[in-house]
């Protein structure tokens, strides 16, 4: 079984990679393959509610960033984390773009798959950022892995994170957890429902 994680900073090699990396450690000694996969520095578009992926389902129409290259890997995975830094209390608004269109453009590919988020912050927010990041997931049928504690680790300078001891201990329990959920579930993803949606609004 595979784990397709997002480092949402871009800083490629710093606190959130090495929450990251804490993780797929663990998840190796599970015997669970863990892939990586940074979103850069460079611009990234947001969506634009074309819906044209409604009518072409698989892609996002914008193939000009990083979001077609990092969704199309989740075809293949069994799980997914997303990490990222705390900004301004959110997550990195770059990853929040990339986040929105994956799940628009390639829903099939994430639906009813176990998921986890990870914030990393210097001071605060980082729960705000946390919740932001795991409101899709539930969107999408898609099993929050927990921990210990909040999937939170705390570091202003590249490496300080390790030096979050009780941060590095809930990425090792969050490693152990989501191998259980694989482990037991065989990797198959949650069924979800198998009644035709039937969505609404409150304007009458």
Not at 79 to 85: E, H, N, T, Y
Not at 159 to 178: C, F, I, P, S
Not at 183 to 200: L, V
């Amino acid at each position: 079984m595979k784990v397709l994680m997002i480092n949402g900073s871009p800083r490629q090699t710093g606190n959130t990679s090495i929450a990251l990396k804490q993780l797929a450690e663990h998840l190796e000694k599970h015997g669970i393959e863990s892939e990586i996969v940074w979103i850069g520095n460079k611009p990234v578009r947001g969506c634009v509610a074309c819906r044209t992926c409604k009518e072409n389902p698989g892609a996002c129409v914008f193939d000009d960033d990083v979001c077609n290259r990092i969704s199309t890997r989740m075809n293949d995975a069994d799980a997914l984390v997303i990490g990222s830094p705390v900004y301004y209390g959110q997550p990195n608004g770059a990853l929040l773009a990339i986040v929105q269109r994956m799940f628009s453009s390639n829903g099939a590919a994430f639906h009813g798959k176990p998921a986890a988020a990870v914030a990393v912050c210097r001071r605060g927010g980082a729960t705000a950022a946390f919740q932001a990041l795991n409101m899709p997931f539930q969107m999408m049928n898609m099993p929050v892995v927990t921990s210990q504690y909040w999937n939170i680790v705390y570091g202003r300078e590249p490496g300080q994170a390790t030096l979050d001891v009780e941060g590095m201990q809930t990425m090792r329990t969050l490693a152990n957890n989501m191998a259980a959920l694989l482990e037991a579930t065989g990797g198959k993803p949650m069924p979800g429902t198998d009644e035709p949606w039937e969505p609404m609004h409150f304007i009458r």
